[in-house]
């Protein structure tokens, strides 16, 4: 996939002290890109964090870019500059943002350096005045009208009109390129969805615009395209022939402590199913693109996201956590015991759907969307389950192979299947094939989400970001699931924290076509 292995191998000669210079490394990640043709990184490049104070810039957008600098993968003339409403210093940025950048002895140069690149404006998001000081700011800095300018909204929707028209209006470069990147949420159902788009559309070209869904960015996910379009031996068997279901899975231990209020408004299918889930889905589903390219890749997407009708009723649960009165410190509180949650909220903290891909190859496939907060375990996986062996002749006991895909934490990717029990007896038995990526690639770190994002924006590679049409389609699945939810205000069922979620969730999963009666369980690598 783009980016992905070459910067693996970045890091990886970064260790061996032989790195290679930021201009062969983004030349290369545009060869990968864009072939042959000629294209130079060498201009100015400005990067605008707007919410330069908030959580996300400070936990995440800053020490991302740190990242980046220190291993010689931003552009050579780089420069950040800090936007908000607070009265601020770049000082105050610098201690707000230290205790989340991983930073060695060695480097403390390099972080001098980093931050010397930087700087910070305060001013509001709804006057146009305050953005026109900001566009004469960037005009001073190096390249000035010829920079390239890449804007990051690390900022809650309340504000994307705002800000977007501003920055249209006041804030883009001349000569150089623009591009814009939007967190989401993008909406909160289909119109609100729409009516964001036909905003951005009148200010930006969709080649300008990047919806950052950061799974999108993580490491097993990129690898699901090479693991089916790069193996001969899965082609044949991906499809409703041999596939029993798939379940795609989200499972968080903490509750909503300090962010209550947030999540309160949109719930865990907008949080987590309408996007992480759902893209993970796509790329299990999809056919083979015609190229790697951007367009390509997401057509593909989006002709899946067309054939999936919105979840019956009778293939949803909901739930909620409750407190564990035998637990410790958060977990004895539930859900409602937040004071950032309004009483009685009916807002559902987890959530398993099954959704139908109604075309040629899945026709008949249950996709078991799960997802949950105060959960037992932090996984996310993709989850193959194969059907049974016709005319089995080992008396019942061999159980369904199944293929899994584990995204976080401790990438992974093994293959559960039978084999002879080791001995004089001649038994079938569950074992694996399986490859962890620690145990496997020991010398490599594997960059953050954000990381590799962030790079392809700058290399203005569309392919990890949602396109509207995507966006359109995926919000066309949930919203008649959530107004109802919301017309019916029907509470969900509670389950404890700590616990595995509703079993009436284990139950839909059963009755719809999965079976779990597998003996093998994943064991995490011991690393040396």
Not at 238 to 256: E, H, I, M
């Amino acid at each position: 996939m783009p980016g992905g292995s070459l910067l693996g191998q970045q890091f990886a000669q970064r260790r061996s002290m032989e790195p290679l210079t930021r201009t062969e490394v983004f030349g290369q990640l545009r060869k990968e890109l864009y072939g042959d043709k000629e294209w130079s990184y060498s201009s100015a490049h400005l990067f605008i964090i707007l919410g330069a104070s908030g959580d996300l810039a400070k936990k995440k957008i800053y020490p991302t870019l740190w990242c980046l600098f220190r291993d010689g993968l931003l552009p050579e003339d780089i420069h950040i500059v800090g936007f908000a409403r607070s009265n601020l210093t770049m000082e105050n940025i610098k201690a707000a943002c230290l205790p989340y950048m991983k930073v060695a002895d060695e480097e403390l140069d390099r972080l001098s350096a980093f931050f010397q690149r930087n700087s910070y404006l305060s001013g509001q998001y709804d006057d146009g005045s305050c953005f026109q000081q900001l566009n004469s700011h960037l005009l001073s800095l190096p390249g000035g009208e010829n920079a390239n300018r890449l804007f990051y909204l690390a900022l809650p929707p309340t504000v994307y009109h705002h800000v977007s028209t501003n920055i249209r209006n006041h804030c883009m470069s001349c000569k150089g390129w623009n591009r814009v990147i939007f967190e989401k949420p993008f909406g909160r159902d289909l119109q609100s969805s729409q009516e964001l788009s036909a905003h951005l559309s009148s200010l930006f070209k969709e080649d300008q615009i990047y919806r950052i869904d950061h799974y999108l960015g993580k490491e097993m996910v990129q690898n699901l395209m090479v693991l089916r379009f790069g193996n001969r031996i899965f082609g044949p068997i991906w499809n409703r022939n041999s596939v029993a279901c798939v379940v795609l899975t989200f499972k968080d231990p903490y509750g909503t402590q300090g962010r209550g209020g947030y999540f309160n408004d949109f719930g865990i299918i907008r949080d987590v199913m309408q996007n992480h889930l759902l893209q993970m889905l796509c790329l299990i589903a999809m056919e083979k693109p015609a190229s790697i390219s951007p367009d390509d890749v997401r057509n593909e997407k989006v002709k899946v996201l067309k054939r999936i009708a919105a979840p019956d009723v009778s293939d949803v649960v909901l739930g909620q956590y409750v407190g564990d009165p035998n637990g410790e410190g958060d977990s004895k509180l539930g859900y409602l015991n937040d004071p950032t949650v309004p009483e009685g909220s009916s807002t559902p903290t987890f959530a398993t759907a099954v959704l139908y891909v109604r075309n040629e190859r899945w026709d008949g496939v249950p996709f078991i969307l799960r997802c949950g907060k105060a959960l037992n375990e932090r996984k996310a996986e993709v989850r193959l389950q194969f059907t049974d062996v016709p005319g089995n002749i080992f008396a019942e006991r061999c159980q369904r192979n199944e293929l899994v895909v584990r995204v976080q934490p401790d990438e992974a990717i093994y293959l559960k299947m039978m084999t002879k029990r080791p001995g004089v007896f001649f038994s079938p038995e569950e074992t694996e094939l399986d490859l962890t990526y620690k145990s496997r690639y020991k010398n490599v770190k594997l960059p953050d989400a954000y990381e590799r994002l962030i790079l392809d924006v700058f290399c203005g590679n569309q392919m990890h970001f949602v396109r509207s049409d995507e966006l359109r389609e995926a919000w066309r699945i949930f919203t008649p699931l959530l107004r109802q939810m919301e017309d019916v205000k029907k509470y969900p069922i509670p389950y404890t924290y700590g616990s595995r979620g509703p079993s009436e969730s284990d139950e839909l999963m059963q009755r719809v076509g999965f079976r779990y009666e597998g003996t093998y369980k994943w064991v995490h690598p011991h690393t040396s």
